[in-house]
């Protein structure tokens, strides 16, 4: 593997250090490069790409994996492959849940047993504002109304993003749906970096009305939420 510039770890290690506060401890994560020369993926993870994929795709998914693969021996495990599943989503080795997360220039894992977790979500996005005409796509009206109001709209509106991606992706362990952002309504403790997601229906295991709680995080460049479910845990 090519080895990054210091500029570039110190940046990749800056990142881990944003998601590290945002789950428990007993979450193993980890952060690659995609801009650098990540490891290689298991032949099973490699035969998941189309043979159509394009570079930048090969190197983010590579990026990914590898991040996965990593946050694995931090807990004690041996890395395996995460094939994609039919749904598209990550299929985690027996007794662990996780989650993955890419853009054009970071990749991070979170991994954890599922003696421990039942759910695990993260997303990391690019420090941009959101543009005002994806607003309608992603948000209620409750939720345009508070982006509005916000100092940086933008910032607001694409925190709101991905913290509904991080949720979609913890609350997918268990439910195994995936439905619209509508699904979803979203509101911040924006000084104390946290979030609440409400269910606006059913889906089961989830009732209409219950809750999953997030952080999130802003620097170096990226946005990245978190969400977790532990075991035994209440989703009033």
């Not at 492959?81 to 996780?98: E, Q, T």
Request: aromatic letters at 8%; charged letters at 20%.
């Amino acid at each position: 593997m090519t080895e990054c510039p210091l500029q570039d770890r110190d940046l990749t290690e800056a990142r881990w250090a944003l998601l590290r506060p945002l789950v428990s401890p007993t979450v193993a994560i980890a952060a690659q490069d995609p801009l650098a020369a990540p490891p290689a993926p298991f032949a099973a993870e490699a035969a998941c790409l189309s043979p159509n994929a394009v570079e930048k795709r090969k190197r983010e998914f590579a990026a990914g994996r590898a991040a996965a693969h990593q946050s694995m021996r931090a807990l004690g495990k041996p890395p395996a492959p995460i094939p994609i599943g039919p749904k598209r989503a990550p299929l985690w080795p027996d007794g662990l849940v996780g989650s993955i997360t890419h853009c054009s220039n970071c990749a991070l894992a979170a991994v954890a047993a599922r003696a421990t977790h039942q759910g695990l979500g993260i997303d990391v996005e690019e420090d941009a504002p959101l543009s005002r005409d994806l607003w309608p796509a992603i948000a209620s009206p409750d939720e345009q109304a508070w982006m509005a109001t916000q100092p940086d709209p933008g910032l607001a509106g694409k925190v709101l993003f991905s913290a509904k991606e991080a949720a979609y992706k913890a609350q997918y362990a268990l439910s195994q749906r995936y439905f619209g952002f509508d699904g979803l309504t979203l509101s911040f403790d924006w000084a104390n970096t946290g979030f609440v997601a409400c269910f606006s229906r059913a889906q089961p295991p989830f009732l209409a009305g219950q809750r999953l709680r997030g952080r999130f995080a802003i620097g170096s460049g990226v946005i990245i939420t978190a969400v977790e479910i532990l075991n035994n845990e209440s989703c009033p």
